[in-house]
């Protein structure tokens, strides 16, 4: 790992989260996200368990980047130098993969599209054949964000309107941003259209605990944009909603159902709620490639994933020595760690897509998703 300073950070056409190194494309390169915002690392992926262990150890967040992850560690495996049945490998490597975050569907939709590549080129090449699908995930990715951007920033141009010209404060959850994709975000995306358009917004920004992927990511990358912000903890939404601080929350997700329900990082229910009560509009940002056009019931069916206990009883950051982790939790004292919660459609005012917005259902996804909602 190396700290590289001269790297584009987050912010304009030629950011990136995931690339070949340039002097070795062997080499796929990431952000160290566990290292921000006090330290900017580049880190390198030089076989697929590296990338898997990105992965599962979260350097790497957010559904869109895990996908595209996913499909790099596949090139990596089949550029691997090892003997043997390169086939065999890559099936290896994809179950392993498909087992690192069980809520992203992006991980297994990419991880399938890419092995559907695999099975059809016959005699082709195969390290060319990954390295221009991982490509062109990526280069999708970067399309979609900016479609649901531009879909976005109608939402934020309406509010503007009614306010005069006024501040439009959005309040998020988590990173939907420019780590969670490839670049330009998908919750972020409306709000950095809407800053480059000169409209009035300010982000309300959750700390998201416990791994802090507002504090230390979205704050970030909207400081890095000049986008107006103030970091906040998860519990003071609902305070603001009642005191119309709040003109409309914007969250991403990392699975969405056919009906409309959406998984996010756990406490996106709790914002949905207040919303709800306060009548503030709870929309919802996504790639169509996160909807699971398999399920129903998000409550009943997303895959909820418990992670370790460290995440919740220690916490990492600058002390006035360095870096350090330190403990927070009585010793001895049971944690429970659910990383994500379901926020079910009723509760969700519209879900932005790169296609449009439309309301949170079957029959509003069918309406922008014909072909891929047909039961079968």
């Not at 160290?32 to 262990?53: C, F, M, S």
């Not at 504090?215 to 009642?242: F, R």
């Not at 950051?317 to 870096?323: E, I, P």
Request: proline fraction near 4%.
């Amino acid at each position: 790992m190396t700290d590289r300073s001269d790297q584009p950070r987050a912010r304009g056409e030629a950011f990136r989260t995931i690339w070949q190194k340039p002097d070795d494309p062997r080499i796929v390169q990431i952000i160290d996200q566990r290292r921000l915002p006090h330290e900017y690392v580049i880190h390198d992926l030089k076989t697929w368990e590296d990338g898997a262990n990105a992965i599962s150890e979260m350097l790497v967040r957010g559904a869109p980047l895990i996908g595209a992850t996913a499909a790099w560690s596949l090139y990596l495996a089949a550029v691997s130098p090892g003997g043997g049945d390169r086939i065999s490998l890559l099936m290896q490597a994809a179950e392993k993969l498909g087992s690192t975050r069980p809520t992203a569907v992006n991980l297994q939709w990419a991880i399938d599209r890419v092995m559907a590549v695999v099975a059809a080129g016959g005699s082709q090449d195969i390290v060319g054949l990954l390295q221009r699908e991982a490509t062109a995930i990526c280069d999708e990715d970067i399309e979609i964000s900016k479609g649901i951007g531009r879909h976005g920033l109608a939402l934020i141009e309406e509010i503007s309107r009614q306010k005069s010209g006024g501040t439009v404060n959005i309040l998020t959850h988590c990173n939907a941003g420019s780590l969670a994709t490839i670049n330009w975000g998908t919750a972020t995306a409306p709000m950095y259209f809407a800053h480059q358009k000169g409209i009035n917004i300010h982000v309300w920004v959750d700390e998201t605990r416990p791994r802090n992927q507002g504090s230390q990511l979205t704050a970030w990358e909207l400081a890095e944009n000049g986008v107006p912000h103030t970091v906040i903890v998860d519990n003071v939404g609902g305070h603001l909603m009642q005191h119309g601080m709040v003109d409309l929350c914007i969250t991403g997700t990392d699975r969405t159902t056919r009906s409309g329900d959406v998984a996010n990082k756990i406490g996106t229910y709790l914002k949905a709620l207040a919303a709800h009560d306060n009548g503030v509009p709870f929309y919802v940002a996504l790639p169509s490639t996160t909807i699971d056009w398999t399920i129903d019931d998000g409550i009943r069916d997303i895959p909820i994933e418990e992670r370790d206990a460290t995440e919740v009883s220690h916490v990492y950051g600058r002390t006035a020595s360095g870096m350090a982790t330190v403990q927070t939790v009585a010793a001895g004292s049971p944690v429970m760690n659910y990383a994500f919660d379901v926020t079910p459609s009723r509760l969700v005012t519209g879900l932005i897509t790169e296609c449009g917005v439309c309301e949170a259902s079957e029959a509003g996804l069918a309406g922008l998703f014909p072909q891929r909602a047909q039961r079968t």
